[in-house]
């Protein structure tokens, strides 16, 4: 593992793994190994949070987790089963049990867990502790290195070039700014080309501006860049201006869902209002 410089550490936002592992685990999606004191106390601390945002927003921040997990949890299951994906890289895995769960239902599954090295090697000690099936792993990764042992591209090269693959991200983009994150969905894009297929599927909170409870995700962007000391952008206007980007970044095929259109077919929480994040699948 590489060690990174202080332009490319993001460690500080690392703390917020704490807080979304015990979310998973609070609604029965994870197991007891995968919660820290660290994510108990700030679920505690934002539940009056989530009170007044249920309250006049009619939902709460786990509403908005809940769904983005459960649609990313859907597309990648639909890529192991339409499309032979037998590869997953999931990059700032962080504390979630994705891993864990899809290796118990798709046991045949190479799935490589990725993130800054201080959570890596807290990943691979909870997964050695609660039991690592062989084809699960985990390794450092740094999105924003362009090369080196850290980079996408290293990580990319370490899997089976003969084998379709897919790269997750969750809770991950929304921490950088547009041209930043732009820039490592290029280099995502350019490394999956080396598969015989290759896609990505990521959650994305873009910038409604006309979205009924807009000051709500103000002021959730506020909160969330208070915990992690940054800043938390939302990217992008509309679906057709995602879709038109990642386009412009190297994908092909785009596609932009709204968790509302699972609502009834998914295990997901339905808002009250519009939903406000969005879940792209792309592919080379
Ligand atoms: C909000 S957490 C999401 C964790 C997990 N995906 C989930 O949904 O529970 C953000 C994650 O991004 C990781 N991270 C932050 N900066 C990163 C970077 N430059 N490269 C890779 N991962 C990074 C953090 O360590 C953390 O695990």
Redesign the pocket.
């Known amino acids: 593992m590489t060690s990174?410089t202080s332009a490319?550490d993001?460690?500080r936002?690392?703390i917020?793994?704490h807080?979304?592992?015990y979310?998973?685990y609070k609604h029965g999606l994870s197991a007891p190994g995968f919660i820290t004191g660290m994510g108990r106390v700030a679920n505690a601390a934002l539940s009056p949070v989530n009170a007044f945002l249920r309250l006049v927003a009619g939902a709460d921040i786990d509403t908005f987790?809940l769904q983005?997990?459960s649609v990313i949890d859907h597309q990648v299951e639909r890529l192991i089963e339409e499309e032979g994906v037998e590869q997953i890289v999931?990059?700032?895995?962080?504390?979630?049990p994705?891993g864990y769960r899809f290796k118990q239902k798709y046991p045949q599954l190479t799935y490589i867990e990725?993130?800054?090295p201080?959570?890596a090697s807290r990943k691979q000690a909870l997964l050695a502790e609660i039991g690592q099936t062989s084809g699960h792993s985990v390794r450092a990764?740094?999105?924003?290195?362009q090369e080196g042992d850290d980079s996408i591209a290293a990580l990319l090269a370490s899997l089976d070039p003969a084998k379709k693959t897919a790269i997750v991200?969750?809770?991950?983009v929304n921490?950088f700014d547009l041209a930043t994150i732009r820039s490592v969905w290029t280099r995502m894009a350019e490394g999956l080309k080396g598969f015989p297929a290759g896609f990505y599927v990521t959650d994305l909170y873009p910038d409604f501006a006309d979205h009924p409870s807009y000051r709500y995700v103000k002021f959730a962007q506020k909160l969330v860049g208070f915990f992690t000391r940054g800043q938390w952008p939302l990217h992008y206007p509309s679906d057709a201006a995602i879709k038109e980007g990642f386009q412009q970044d190297g994908f092909n095929e785009v596609r932009v869902h709204d968790p509302a259109e699972f609502y009834g077919k998914l295990n997901l929480p339905q808002a009250k209002t519009q939903t406000l994040v969005r879940i792209i699948r792309a592919s080379v």
């Open positions: 990174s490319t993001t460690s936002i690392s917020s793994a807080y979304t592992g979310i998973w987790l983005r997990h999931e990059i700032a895995a962080g504390l979630s994705r990725a993130d800054l201080g959570m990764c740094n999105i924003l290195q991200t969750e809770g991950l921490y």
